[in-house]
């Protein structure tokens, strides 16, 4: 029996009303910068079923993934840290103050049991298992980066929660208390008391928990923190707003950024690999952490490839990248971490 609080609730007459004045919402939605089709070749649905039943045989990993048990609640760390928990879900840590992103801790990154099940070896962590959160981002409302069930137990030890426009309506109607909410409209931005500044920069996807999209915006982020620049990408196809970002704020000392769940049908709103190298280079970025694989099937690709198509292309352009077991501890800049772990010889 689905809990029908999971799909969340949009935003009220009122709230649309205020977003009139975003120039990226229009006619009652949110819009892409760039005209975005989630299927611009026009593939018919017999045809995507057909291409998700007809999926190779490691779509998912043939054994349980090598993963670190790190006390997260223990963590003595005082430089930029990082953990990720797979898929688009990582902690990052800095002189005492922790920023959560895209929590999905459930086991499931969909409303149903029989779809989005996370793959032996990336479902160890659990809310259970996080400490007191300074800052919560959410990047935008699908299940695989907002889930109901993380948040509904995490929400008490949270202090801070920022997201795009729209979405805390799921979050108040959730019972998160609204005067912890923060929603930015693209390059807006806010100063946390905590010394964290946020600004939202656009991306390149959409939105929706039911057959209703755009209801609520979607965005990256840069994160300021103690001297760092932090990129959090969330999902985005490629476009010349990663180049527009990367020349307004800089260079990043480290980019997020999705690499996984692409598919031919669907070019505009994922990047393939190579294309998220590319993401990273018109950022800046002195090291890119490639997220949004690792722990769901939710396209046709081989588990793993996406990593190992991004590693050669990030070799032939010479652009840094980092990718640790789940739940390993990485400080930003070093060079201690496992490295083609995801090979599993």
């Not at 692409?262 to 490639?290: C, Q």
Request: aromatic letters at 12%; a neutral charge.
């Amino acid at each position: 029996m689905i809990d029908l609080k999971v799909f969340g609730r949009k935003p009220k007459n009122e709230k649309r009303i205020n977003y009139s004045t975003s120039p990226n919402f229009k006619d009652g939605i949110f819009v892409n910068i760039e005209p975005t089709s989630l299927n611009p070749n026009n593939v018919s649905m017999i045809k995507l079923l057909k291409d998700f039943n007809d999926r190779p045989k490691l779509v998912k990993p043939d054994r349980e993934l090598p993963f670190v048990k790190t006390d997260l609640l223990n963590m003595n760390v005082d430089k930029l840290s990082v953990v990720w928990f797979g898929h688009s879900s990582y902690l990052i840590r800095s002189q005492g103050l922790t920023i959560l992103v895209d929590p999905v801790l459930n086991g499931n990154a969909s409303p149903v049991n029989f779809f989005g099940k996370a793959f032996a070896g990336a479902d160890y962590y659990n809310a259970e298992h996080l400490p007191n959160i300074d800052l919560l981002i959410i990047t935008h409302d699908h299940f695989d980066h907002l889930d109901y069930k993380t948040i509904s137990k995490i929400h008490p030890r949270v202090k801070n929660i920022v997201t795009p426009l729209g979405v805390g309506s799921h979050l108040e109607y959730w019972n998160v208390d609204r005067n912890k909410i923060t929603e930015l409209d693209w390059w807006n931005g806010c100063h946390l008391d905590s010394g964290i500044e946020i600004t939202a920069t656009p991306a390149r996807h959409f939105s929706g928990r039911t057959i209703k999209r755009a209801t609520s915006l979607w965005a990256s982020f840069v994160l300021r923190l103690h001297g760092h620049k932090i990129f959090i990408g969330g999902d985005s196809g490629y476009d010349e707003q990663f180049k527009i970002i990367g020349n307004k704020f800089n260079n990043f000392d480290i980019a997020f950024l999705e690499c996984g769940q692409y598919g031919v049908n669907w070019p505009l709103i994922h990047m393939s690999p190579e294309e998220t190298v590319r993401a990273a280079m018109d950022l800046k970025a002195d090291i890119l952490f490639p997220v949004h694989w690792g722990k769901f099937v939710l396209s046709t690709h081989v588990w793993n490839e996406p990593i190992e198509r991004l590693s050669v292309q990030a070799g032939i352009e010479k652009q840094n990248f980092v990718s640790p077991m789940i739940g390993e501890v990485y400080e930003v800049g070093s060079e201690q971490y496992a490295k083609n772990w995801w090979r599993l010889n």
